[in-house]
């Protein structure tokens, strides 16, 4: 049973430590003063990214 609790108390640790990173995370991004992104710029780029990678490794390509 000892090791049950260690367990559990090891992976609250563990989730908590992954709270705090996430939530300093979040924080860090909205004080960020860049400018945002629109949605049809990173779509566009992903549209590059996946033509490209659909063209290096032609058995990815679903056309």
């Known amino acids: ?6 367990s559990a108390s ?3 640790a563990q ?4 709270d ?3 939530r300093a ?3 860090a991004s ?3 003063p860049s400018p945002l992104a629109s949605h049809d710029d990173v779509m566009a780029e992903v549209d590059v990214l996946i033509d ?3 063209a290096d ?4 390509s679903q056309k």
Do not use: C, G, Q
């Open 10 to 12: 090891s992976a609250d």
């Open 25 to 27: 995370r979040v924080e």
């Open 20 to 22: 705090h990173w996430f």
């Open 57 to 60: 490794s032609p058995h990815l």
């Open 30 to 32: 909205l004080a960020d």
């Open 52 to 54: 490209t990678l659909e």
């Open 1 to 6: 049973m000892k090791s049950s609790r260690r």
């Open 15 to 18: 989730a908590i430590s992954h």
